[in-house]
């Protein structure tokens, strides 16, 4: 039996990962590390929190204090970071809690762990290190690929990138890395591109683009991307970066129609807003590494947006709560305001 230390567990991608997790390993135990900031919802988690193997602890990565009495009182074998501010709109805003918790909280992650000692210290990382590859006949980038970060989001989450190779060097730290391509799915918060505009045509509300919407991202279902960090901690080669890509590359705007449709929503709700501040235009992963492991994607974009809306139209108790909390950007709060 192993005992994993699951940080961020009560946001969207940790959480569905201590789902999956149970679903694999039903004899481990699962220890849930969470801040819970605005993004971080424990009522996603409410389902499993009864489970005798489930333990859940509201703390701070970057609180060192925290994290060694977690490790004095479980002795976790596996680590997952997925805590960790995401949201590139906030960075622009104020990029200094960025920097404590993607950063600092890392590092803090990674001094316990060289002090306590740990199996395997996995970190999930972004697609969003590797700066914006400009045009749709760029090749994508591999795992050898310079980091070039286009905002202080993915400038933070480079940097602990970086930290956490220095530790296996200097430390021998058991480490690995991930970078995936945008997730979606069921329990993401609304701030996020696929939930903010599923729930805004529920509503009947307009759906704010930035720019012209032909920004392009590779789009990968939260549940595929579950799946590949367990197979990268399992099979995956210590002190390794692997990319984890959907392979569906789609611009913003597609993305947009096809929820239009999904939803009933009428075309004419997309309006476009002033482009974001260094906009990056296009991600795209070459994730053959990965592939080489045995995994591949199972689910379809287009299976996955039905499922992903069906289950925002019948889970509105989750949502709506949440709509009241201070977490829009600037540009979208100007939307808002305009509608009212």
């Given amino acids: 039996m192993s005992v994993w230390l699951i940080t961020g567990g009560a946001g969207f991608i940790g959480a569905n990962f201590v789902f999956f997790l149970l679903e694999k390993r039903p004899k481990d135990r699962i220890v849930i590390l969470d801040k819970l900031t605005y993004a971080g919802n424990l009522s996603t988690l ?3 929190l009864e489970k005798e193997n489930v333990r859940f602890i509201r703390g701070d990565i970057a609180d060192r204090e925290t994290v060694e009495a977690v490790f004095e009182e479980e002795k976790p074998d596996i680590l997952v970071n997925f805590a960790a501010e995401s949201h590139v709109d906030r960075s622009i805003d104020d990029p200094a809690p960025f920097l404590q918790t993607n950063l600092i ?4 992650l990674l001094d316990v762990c060289v002090q306590k000692g740990i199996r395997r210290f996995h970190q999930i990382s972004t697609d969003e290190v590797y700066g914006e590859i400009q045009d749709a006949g760029t090749p994508s980038v ?4 310079p980091l070039r970060p286009g905002n202080p ?4 989450k480079a940097a602990a990138d970086l930290l956490i190779l220095s530790y296996r060097r200097t430390y021998s730290l058991p480490v690995s890395i991930s970078r995936c391509s945008n997730n979606f799915g069921r329990y993401q918060f609304p701030e996020k591109l696929i939930p903010r505009m599923v729930i805004r045509a529920l509503e009947g509300k307009t759906l704010p683009l930035f720019g012209n919407g032909e920004d392009i991202r590779d789009w990968i279902s939260v549940s595929d991307h579950c799946r590949a960090v367990f197979e990268i901690i399992e099979k995956g080669q210590e002190g390794e970066i692997y990319n984890i890509g959907g392979g569906n590359e789609r611009s913003n705007r ?3 129609e096809a929820i239009c449709r999904l939803t009933g929503c009428c075309e ?3 309006v476009h807003t ?5 906009h990056d235009r296009r991600y795209s992963l070459n994730a053959e590494k990965l592939r080489a492991l045995g995994w591949v994607p199972e689910e379809t974009f287009e299976e996955t947006l039905a499922q992903t809306v069906t289950w925002y139209r019948e889970n509105r108790s989750w949502w709506e709560p949440l709509l009241a909390r201070d977490f829009w950007p600037e540009w979208a709060r100007e939307a808002l305001e305009a509608e009212k």
Avoid: H, L
């Fill in 268 to 270: 004419g709700k997309i």
């Fill in 153 to 156: 989001y993915a400038a933070s």
């Fill in 105 to 108: 909280g890392t590092g803090v």
């Fill in 274 to 278: 002033p482009d974001r501040k260094g």
């Fill in 46 to 48: 409410s389902p499993v």
């Fill in 142 to 145: 591999d795992e050898n690929a």
């Fill in 254 to 256: 597609t993305v947009v």
